[in-house]
Every structure is written in structure tokens, then in C-alpha cells.
């Protein structure tokens, strides 16, 4: 069965310095791996995918992703946080129906 | 801009009503989506899969006689909550698969901004 785990329920991190939030998968086959970010009272945003080819992906708001395969990581980067960065990101992975497999989420604070 | 549209994006009703909620692709046609829900502080659980012109696809624990899906068009799925209790108060979001296009090998997701649905 395909899942996806994300270790930490929150992250903390100041203003100004690099975050990560971690992410493993468990895929039979080729992952297809995304990040989706929710801020509070809002809908789900797409950030960024990995399909093939480079192994660090970037997306959207300056957000990048590195897909390791010998770990089956694919961690959230981004080498400088925003306070409006705090919010919640799902890892997810979609199977060969293109149904959508969420992680838990982590909440990312970001203090000034 | 978006290419999948719930609506509506807020709803109150009253506890023995039924709300429904309605998933739109925007610019393609999509034969095939989906619907989650995301109780409160928990992870997105995928409820059904809406096929276009089939009856829809429930994952196990889903009451498809409460949580009625149609999908009668290619660009619309709905998915009705009928006599909702307090305990159905959740977040509710779509996804459409939007087939290849413009060149691009593959099918592509594309998420709703989800529909806040509160039972009182």
C-alpha cells in the first residue's frame, strides 16, 4: 500500500532562517510526489511535483523539494522563511488511479 | 487563474437539511473526480471517486447513501450531504483530472479551493 509520512506535527522556525519540513514516502513503482500548502481558512494550494528527471524541484513562493530516492524523502525546502509562510503542508502522493494519498500535515510557524 | 471551482466555498445549514456542494472544471472536461474531507486538525481522506456517467467509486467507511456524488457532465460533480448531522461539519474538496494538453504527456490534478461546510 502506498503512504506517505511527515515525522514533525509542527515546525518552528524565525524569520529569516532556512525551513524543512520532512517527508517520506512508501510507493510501489515510480512516485509521483507533491507538496500542498493550506493557509488557515483557506482551500489547498498546489506548490510543487516531482514526476521525473531533476531530483530538486522548485515551486511556487520560492519553495523547492528534494526527491531522494534512497531515503524515499522528499523534504520541503526554503532557504529563507516569511512570517506569511505559516500554515499547514501536505505531502502527498498520487497513485496510478490518480487518487491523491495525503500525509498528516505539518504546521509551519515562523516567527518574526 | 483556477481551473477547478467548488461552490460554495461557505456553507451554514441547519442539523436534518442536506447542502449540496458543487465541483466545477473550469477549462477542460473531466471524466473522473474526486472528493475528500478534512476533519478539523486532521489530513485530507479521500471519500469517492465521481465518474462521469457511473455511479461513483466510495472508499470503505463512506456512507454513499448520506454523501450522494453525481456527475452528470464532463465539468460537474456534486456531492450532497443529505440530512446533515453536527458531526459532518468539515472541510470538503474536490479534484478534477484534467487530461493531457498542450503538448504535455499525462494527466494532470487539479484541486478546488474546498467548501467549508458547518451543521448547526
Known amino acids: 500500500a502506498q503512504s506517505v509520512a511527515q515525522p514533525e506535527d509542527q515546525v518552528n522556525v524565525a524569520e529569516g532562517n532556512p525551513l524543512t519540513v520532512k517527508c517520506t514516502y512508501s510507493?510501489?513503482?515510480?512516485?509521483?510526489l507533491f507538496w500542498y500548502v493550506q493557509y488557515p481558512n483557506r482551500g489547498l494550494q498546489f506548490l510543487l511535483k516531482y514526476i521525473t528527471g531533476d531530483n530538486l524541484v522548485k515551486g511556487s513562493y520560492g519553495f523547492e523539494a528534494e526527491f531522494n530516492k534512497s531515503q524515499t524523502s522528499f523534504h520541503l525546502k526554503k532557504p529563507s522563511a516569511l512570517v506569511s509562510d505559516s500554515a499547514l503542508y501536505f505531502c502527498a502522493v498520487h497513485t496510478g488511479g490518480f487518487k491523491t494519498i495525503f500525509g498528516a500535515g505539518t504546521r509551519l510557524f515562523v516567527k518574526a | 487563474g483556477a481551473v477547478v471551482s467548488q461552490h460554495p466555498s461557505r456553507v451554514i445549514c441547519k442539523s436534518g437539511t442536506s447542502v449540496k456542494i458543487e465541483c466545477r472544471s473550469l477549462d477542460f472536461q473531466a471524466t473522473t473526480m474526486f472528493w475528500y474531507r478534512q476533519f478539523p486538525k486532521q489530513s485530507l481522506m479521500l471519500m469517492a471517486t465521481?465518474?462521469?456517467?457511473?455511479?461513483?467509486?466510495?472508499e470503505q467507511g463512506v456512507e454513499k447513501d448520506k454523501f450522494l456524488i453525481n456527475h452528470a457532465s464532463l465539468t460537474l460533480s456534486t456531492l450532497t450531504v443529505t440530512s446533515a448531522h453536527p458531526e459532518d461539519s468539515s472541510f470538503y474538496i474536490c479534484?478534477?483530472?484534467?487530461?493531457?494538453?498542450?503538448?504535455?504527456?499525462?494527466?494532470?490534478?487539479?484541486f478546488g479551493e474546498g467548501s467549508w461546510l458547518t451543521v448547526v
Open positions: 465521481s465518474n462521469e456517467g457511473s455511479k461513483a467509486t466510495y
Open positions: 510507493v510501489s513503482g515510480n512516485p509521483y
Open positions: 479534484s478534477a483530472l484534467s487530461p493531457p494538453k498542450g503538448g504535455r504527456s499525462g494527466n494532470t490534478i487539479y
